[in-house]
């Protein structure tokens, strides 16, 4: 009796301190959120969860909404990863006597010198028949819900379209004979490159006019090491032209109805999209890839339609429903809690079944993407997506801590005056902290 008595207490005593001592990193993560001068000055959320256990570790305001800015590109990555094939779809073609005929699947590599594997492009050149391209099959707008037109010419805020060319940008650089376009500005052509003879800035850049493709360059000559990616405006005769240059038969644009059946040539594996994505955050690649589900699904081409049925089809388990407007992040209607973003990567987890699939398509801290600058370590122990905005930063991922456990966590920072890079600071000590103590 008294030996059952004992090993009763002792079981209590042991029960107890095994709950106090798992009680202890919870109230020290919040103190720490709670007691930093920087993380108090503006609206902060923090999730984290035992990917192991299943189970929530701590939470501030992880019920409330934040604008994620390119964590919404986790979003994308998700939908991607439920809705598309191995290889990504390069385009739709048919074959009618001695006319190819293909429509644009908004697959992004096309051209782009990011990608040197070209299938489509080899493929359009060795085909041995007259090539038309169908038009008309993208339905949306040329940007993004809630986009800002003051970015226009940003080389991170190209155009969206059916077919992508040359990444819907063009890029400027400077040889030793002077300032060199790719793609090449011919004379005639639908790009125009003018010279702005008043004037002489002190830093040499290039505007394009808003609703044109006139780019105007400074009087002064482009500095040595001279590098910049302007988006050009996507019309149907500009990619007819586009085309005309890279591709010998090719004969021009037609308006040609769609048939239920059309025959499919792949570009690229969708791993090597999704990693420039994630890793150094690509936004045009993340809207493209959600256009690249409407035309591999038989959707209608248009990000509000896919990111519809992505909702209504794999998103209804969230903590909290996701306001989810475009595929990058670009807009500030945007709207996830954190706790919504940690399930999203615990569903990406599931999905990928494979960590180190899925860690090498993310930034890893100290070593790769947006994250190599940060937590420096030995071995990376953080696979993440940052995600930045004016007055905005946020990230979320996986944490391995020292001691080998399996964490998903989500920091969002929304409304500060302060530089990014204090609040990226203090974000990185408290998930140091986790690290090292958890």
Known sequence: MKTKHLVFILLSVFSIESAFSKSIPSRK????????????????????????KRKMISGQHDDKYFTPASNTKLFTFYAGLKLLKDSIAGLQYVERGDSLIFWGTADPVFLDPQFKEQRVLQNLNS?????????????????????????????????????????NVVRFSRNPIGLQTY???????????????????ERFRIK????SNIFHQPSSSAPTGFNQLVPFKVSDDLIADLL??????????????????????????????????????????????????????GME??????????????LTDLPDKAVWVDGSGLSRQNLF??????????????????QDRLFDLLAQGGKTGTLKNLFKADEPFIFAKTGSLSNNHNLSGYLITASGKKLIFSFMNNNFTRPTAEVRS?????????????
Request: charged share 20%.
């Open 183 to 201: 793609p090449v500005f011919n004379i005639g052509g639908k790009l125009i490159l003018q010279t702005d003879r008043l004037g002489n800035p």
């Open 29 to 52: 993560i919040i103190k720490m959120l709670k007691s930093s001068a920087i993380l108090n000055d503006h609206f902060t959320g923090f999730a984290l969860y035992d990917l192991t």
């Open 337 to 354: 809690t954190p706790r919504s973003m940690v399930r999203l990567c615990e569903k990406i987890y599931d999905e990928v079944g494979d």
């Open 426 to 438: 203090e974000m990185e000590k408290l998930i140091t902290q986790i690290y090292k103590n958890y």
């Open 301 to 314: 081409m248009n990000t509000a339609v896919v990111i519809d049925y992505v909702k209504k089809n794999f």
């Open 244 to 297: 005309k240059q890279s591709i010998a038969n090719f004969s021009g644009n037609i308006n040609y109805p769609k048939p239920a059946q059309t025959k499919v040539w792949y570009s690229i594996a969708a791993d090597t999209l999704y990693k420039k994505m994630l890793s150094a955050s690509d936004n045009f690649i993340a809207e493209q890839i959600l256009l690249n589900i409407a035309a591999s699904r």
């Open 208 to 211: 394009r006019e808003i609703f």
């Open 127 to 167: 085909a041995r028949k007259q090539i038309y391209r169908a038009k008309g099959i993208f339905s949306g707008d040329f940007y993004g819900t809630g986009w800002t037109y003051d970015d226009y010419n940003e080389y991170y805020q190209p155009e969206m379209s059916d077919f992508p060319i040359y990444g």
